[in-house]
């Protein structure tokens, strides 16, 4: 039962959109202080957890009642079927498998490869599953586990785009931090080359209005050409735009 039921829950995980190697691991080994395990199956859920499943629930009682017509010894086998799974879901929960993998949620997922092995357990013993939880077992027919491993998948899944947009978010904000020193570079230079026109102009001004009659006196009286004589300063009229500054710093720190 246990080879048909480890091919299932394969078949089953990757309906289910696991890749085995990335998604899901078969038989790994694992080890701790209390000694060496190696479960059937280990899913890896989005936060780097593992879930440990097992599929070697034992079903010859069931196979046994299905085959007998005698109703009294049909009714004993399904009983007995019913312990089985029990013993087997405690024999689950001391192996501790949770302890044995970090990040494992504290419990084990125990498959039962066909829902009539699940109905008749619980129908020979109610509380089965709640029992079981108790012993941190959850036992799963393959529609609770199919459910169970897609809304695993999702959360991958969503996991994968929350990083992504993690990312993108921090890309973005570095973006505007170096925008924002850029910004500053420019301002500077903006204020520097501001000044410097202005200085321009003003020492300019006090050529234009007082060296520059005198060179020209000097020249009359030396004949020099006005071709050959000193040239005229053009005022520089163009300035570092300042008007979008003040909006555009407060657009970078409200950014």
């Known amino acids: 039962?246990?080879?048909?039921?480890?091919?299932?829950?394969?078949?089953?995980?990757?309906?289910?959109?696991?890749?085995?190697?990335?998604?899901?691991?078969?038989?790994?080994?694992?080890?701790?202080?209390?000694?060496?395990?190696?479960?059937?199956?280990?899913?890896?859920?989005?936060?780097?957890?593992?879930?440990?499943i097992d599929s070697k629930v034992p079903i010859h009682h069931f196979q046994g009642a299905v085959k007998e017509q005698d109703q009294d010894k049909k009714k004993e086998l399904m009983k007995r079927h019913a312990e089985a799974v029990l013993k087997h879901a405690k024999d689950l929960g001391a192996k501790k498998y949770p302890d044995y993998f970090k990040g494992s949620p504290d419990f084990t997922v125990m498959y039962l490869h066909n829902v009539a092995l699940f109905i008749a357990a619980v129908e020979e013993k109610p509380d089965l599953v709640e029992q079981a939880m108790k012993m941190k077992v959850i036992i799963c027919p393959p529609s609770l586990v199919y459910a169970t491993l897609k809304t695993v998948m999702l959360a991958m899944k969503e996991r994968d785009i929350e990083k992504n947009a993690e990312r993108i978010l921090d890309a973005a904000t570095?973006?505007?931090?170096?925008?924002?020193?850029?910004?500053?570079?420019?301002?500077?230079?903006?204020?520097?080359l501001s000044t410097a026109v202005r200085a321009f102009n003003s020492a300019r001004g006090?050529?234009?209005?007082?060296?520059?009659?005198?060179?020209?006196?000097?020249?009359?009286l030396n004949t020099i050409t006005k071709n050959e004589g000193i040239k005229e300063l053009n005022m520089l009229e163009e300035m570092p735009v300042q008007s979008e500054e003040s909006e555009d710093n407060q657009n970078l720190n409200e950014g």
């Open 1 to 52: 039962q246990g080879s048909f039921g480890e091919e299932s829950l394969k078949s089953l995980l990757k309906d289910a959109g696991f890749v085995e190697g990335k998604n899901f691991k078969v038989q790994q080994t694992a080890s701790n202080e209390e000694g060496l395990v190696r479960p059937d199956y280990i899913v890896e859920t989005s936060d780097g957890g593992k879930i440990v």
């Open 174 to 192: 570095d973006l505007h931090k170096r925008l924002k020193t850029f910004w500053g570079h420019l301002q500077k230079v903006g204020s520097g």
């Open 206 to 220: 006090s050529w234009e209005t007082r060296l520059m009659p005198k060179a020209r006196e000097f020249e009359k």
